[in-house]
């Protein structure tokens, strides 16, 4: 479909653009970074907003798929910069003091998590059933959505759930760099640097293999979220990992090998098992 094509070709875009300043995300150069992402990315709402109003939803499916994945991966990539640049902006040089400050962050996005369960669990668990309420615009009553300082209620390119989407795609973001955030200080920069380890392969392999040890319910018994294991593997591989739902959801529309990583590594252990046997 056009739309999914044009939509995909923007986020990749904007994907390129995050990988290139991830560098800066984490030294003096935050602030700025963010900056410049946030014009960057309220630049690619509005070139969305206008492919979308020259090119009219010709399926109620369609419309669907725009605001419950397409709009709210962008805007919330756009929040995320936003709420890094207030949080950074704040915060002290003290790392005692910047440290209670990352944590009182983490709290209040968990709890903005927390208050939100009901559509955030209904959201990421795949299901279909309230979409036509939530992500259609023919809906009349009053949507308990807020504004935001950039986030404005337009009848015609929202319908009040994606800008919830989008927040909470931001509220896991946040708690992946707030938590890599507070690793940095317990542990200092120094010693992060000694034990410096990269994930130098795509990022859908890494968010296949994210979902692959949750769904064995291999960390916690279980009781690890997606957030969590994702989080952990931003903080020892130095990777943003971005919206990985987002990057489930291409995975589960993939034509061919919806697993193709996991099924490689299967190839490539086996392989090297029968190597050592020699």
């Not at 875009?13 to 900056?35: A, D, H, K, L, N």
């Not at 040089?93 to 983490?106: D, F, K, L, S």
């Not at 404005?152 to 929202?158: G, H």
Request: glycine share 4%; proline share 2%.
């Amino acid at each position: 479909e056009m739309i999914e094509t044009y939509f995909n070709n923007l986020l990749q875009e904007v994907e390129r653009r995050m990988s290139v300043e991830s560098s800066r995300m984490e030294g003096q150069q935050v602030i700025p970074t963010c900056r410049e992402m946030v014009s960057f990315l309220r630049e690619k709402c509005r070139e969305l907003r206008t492919y979308v109003l020259g090119h009219p939803f010709s399926t109620a499916e369609e419309e669907i798929r725009f605001f419950k994945y397409y709009k709210p991966a962008l805007t919330g990539r756009l929040l995320y910069y936003y709420r890094i640049y207030q949080i950074e902006s704040s915060c002290s040089c003290c790392a005692e003091i910047a440290q209670i400050h990352y944590r009182e962050a983490i709290k209040e996005y968990q709890q903005k998590l927390e208050r939100d369960l009901p559509f955030y669990q209904y959201y990421r668990s795949g299901t279909t059933y309230r979409d036509h309420y939530y992500f259609c615009r023919a809906k009349k009553e009053l949507s308990p959505e807020h504004g935001s300082f950039i986030l404005e209620e337009d009848p015609v390119m929202s319908t009040g759930y994606d800008l919830l989407a989008a927040r909470l795609i931001a509220a896991e973001m946040l708690l992946g760099y707030l938590n890599r955030k507070v690793l940095l200080v317990v542990n200092g920069s120094d010693a992060m640097r000694e034990k410096d380890h990269h994930w130098t392969d795509r990022k859908t392999a890494a968010v296949e293999l994210i979902y692959g040890i949750w769904a064995m319910g291999s960390v916690d018994n279980g009781k690890a979220s997606i957030v969590d294991i994702a989080a952990l593997f931003e903080q020892m591989l130095h990777i943003d990992l971005g919206d990985v739902y987002h990057t489930f959801i291409a995975m589960r529309n993939r034509k061919n090998n919806r697993t193709a990583y996991l099924d490689k590594m299967r190839e490539q252990l086996l392989k090297k098992m029968e190597e050592a046997d020699g």
